[in-house]
């Protein structure tokens, strides 16, 4: 059993030159280290973190406002799991991001999209190596919105990021962190009955997988309901918050989730009109939508 995925935290210091190698390091295909390596960038954003940084400096200049200098210009959380889980394609790991960038801006009080607007992240594919696990480097400034964001530098926000890598996990390939431990190598190749027996299991883990979830969304919308409808704004607003990244989160599984659980959602709402915009989960909702081409 394991409490959380790995997920290591460090940051990048020595300023521009240091963040700079870093990222170019990242992305090297010539690297000795990375002989085996299958490098995908999947949020290229390394720019926008330079310039977030000159912005912060340029306005604290204007206000002639001395000190504050950032030597540390991002933090890295490097996302990692076990090579005898099924590994998520890049795709999946696009999705596990923006559950990840979405669970940052709910902490530190923004949106996602300024959260992936500053953010770099590299896909270290490591199928073909013998020991090496593979891994994603996600790169997020410390400078967002024209503001030094301390609590990305804190536990907190890495607390956070474990909590987004589990679900993203669990959504994608269907491994669940607390039912997880180590296999043994085969020594041998297994018969292909075997084989077939195993991806039909899988198949019917993830079914179960999609199910589970419904069910705590079901649990959450509950929750937040019997409280909104006591007309308890505060903990109405908590639970919306928690309901609303909920339905994200399945949104990534299922096209249907808007039309089959926001109308339960709206119904709610509309028997208590005295309670806050704050505490309702729609307009949260039409926030986080994205917008179709």
Request: hydrophobic share 30%; charged share 30%.
């Amino acid at each position: 059993m394991l409490k959380n995925w790995i997920v290591k935290t460090k940051q990048i210091k020595n300023a521009e030159k240091g963040f700079t190698n870093h990222v170019e390091y990242l992305a090297d295909k010539s690297r000795a280290s990375h002989h085996y390596t299958n490098i995908s960038i999947l949020t290229d954003n390394a720019k926008e973190i330079l310039r977030a940084i000159e912005r912060h400096k340029d306005k604290r200049r204007k206000h002639g406002l001395r000190g504050g200098g950032i030597s540390n210009y991002c933090t890295s959380f490097i996302m990692t799991i076990p090579t005898d889980i099924e590994q998520p394609t890049p795709e999946d790991w696009k999705k596990i991001l923006n559950i990840t960038y979405r669970a940052i801006a709910n902490e530190i009080g923004t949106d996602a999209a300024s959260i992936k607007q500053h953010a770099y992240a590299v896909l270290h594919d490591e199928s073909s190596s013998q020991d090496k696990p593979s891994h994603v480097h996600l790169l997020v400034s410390n400078v967002i919105d024209d503001v030094y964001q301390k609590k990305i530098t804190q536990y907190a926000v890495t607390h956070i990021v474990k909590r987004a890598l589990n679900d993203g996990i669990r959504i994608t390939v269907g491994e669940d962190n607390y039912n997880y431990s180590p296999r043994r190598r085969q020594k041998y190749n297994k018969p292909y009955w075997v084989v077939r027996i195993e991806k039909a299991k899988l198949i019917e883990k993830k079914v179960n997988q999609l199910k589970a979830k419904y069910q705590t969304v079901f649990r959450s919308i509950q929750h937040w309901a019997n409280n909104y409808l006591a007309s308890l704004p505060v903990p109405s607003e908590q639970r919306a918050i928690e309901v609303a990244m909920e339905l994200d989160t399945l949104n990534d599984l299922s096209e249907k989730c808007d039309t089959e659980l926001m109308p339960i959602i709206e119904k709610v709402e509309q028997l208590n009109n005295v309670m806050p915009d704050n505490s309702k989960v729609s307009p949260k909702r039409k926030r986080r939508r994205r917008k179709k081409n």
